[in-house]
């Protein structure tokens, strides 16, 4: 029987290349995103089922699940990749949008590992990969909320890996350095000029 992935954020930069790559190996990929109705080179692609997932929307990741067990069987691995980058002043950041960099970056990821992991259990197998950053081991100016959701991927993949360890489930966490993807443009969301003006002037 093929191996199935399921990814989150596989609409675009590291998510759809690891989709791509792994349905050539001739894995089943679930290949899960926020805006499905959008994608026009997954959709042409054999054994790939494409799903909405937001990391911010329980009903979203349980559906998803289901879905992809329905569809193949089984879930092999579970690629935690969506998250994007708040940058900026902490004190010229709205709680909004501290609370959305967080529940992305760790809340979801918590809550998409917890919802596949009675799945992994009683298959006694599965692996997480948690894609943290380079930026989860050492810090620049103004990612403040970016490094704390990274140093949290870390801390919290190294004791999930002692929790799961005995029910045969790994856990591995991935850190790029600068990756060519469009992380820059699509998932970058630096505090506007007005509110940095404002902070600037004291
Ligand atoms: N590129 C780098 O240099 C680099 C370096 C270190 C770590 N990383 C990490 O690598 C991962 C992928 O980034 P990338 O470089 O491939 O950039 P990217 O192409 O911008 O991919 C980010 C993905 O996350 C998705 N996403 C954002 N919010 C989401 C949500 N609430 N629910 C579901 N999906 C959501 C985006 O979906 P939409 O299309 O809907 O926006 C997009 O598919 C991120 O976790 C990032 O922190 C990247």
Do not use: C
């Not at 349905?23 to 109705?37: D, F, H, L, S, Y």
């Not at 569809?71 to 940058?87: E, M, P, Q, T």
């Not at 809550?111 to 620049?140: D, W, Y």
């Amino acid at each position: 029987m093929n191996r199935t992935i399921l990814i989150t954020g596989a609409s675009s930069g590291i998510g759809k290349a690891t989709a791509k790559l792994f349905q050539t190996k001739g894995w089943n990929v679930i290949a899960t995103m926020r805006t499905p109705e959008k994608e026009a080179e997954l959709t042409r692609l054999d054994n790939i089922l494409i799903t909405r997932l937001d990391v911010t929307d329980s009903s979203s990741i349980e559906a998803s699940v289901t879905e992809g067990i329905e569809k193949f069987g089984r879930i092999d691995v579970l690629l935690n990749n969506a998250g994007y980058g708040a940058y900026g002043p902490l004190e010229a950041f709205p709680m909004e949008n501290i609370r959305r960099q967080f529940n992305t970056n760790v809340i979801g990821l918590l809550e998409t590992t917890k919802a596949i992991l009675p799945h992994f259990r009683a298959n006694k197998a599965g692996t997480i990969v948690n894609i943290s950053s380079i930026g989860g081991q050492m810090t620049f100016p103004l990612g403040t909320l970016y490094h704390g959701t990274k140093f949290a991927v870390e801390g919290l993949s190294e004791a999930l890996h002692y929790e799961l360890e005995p029910f045969g489930v790994k856990v591995k966490i991935v850190e790029p350095g600068m990756i060519r993807t469009d992380f820059g443009g699509r998932s970058f969301d630096f505090v506007n000029d007005e509110t940095l003006e404002e902070y600037l002037r004291g």
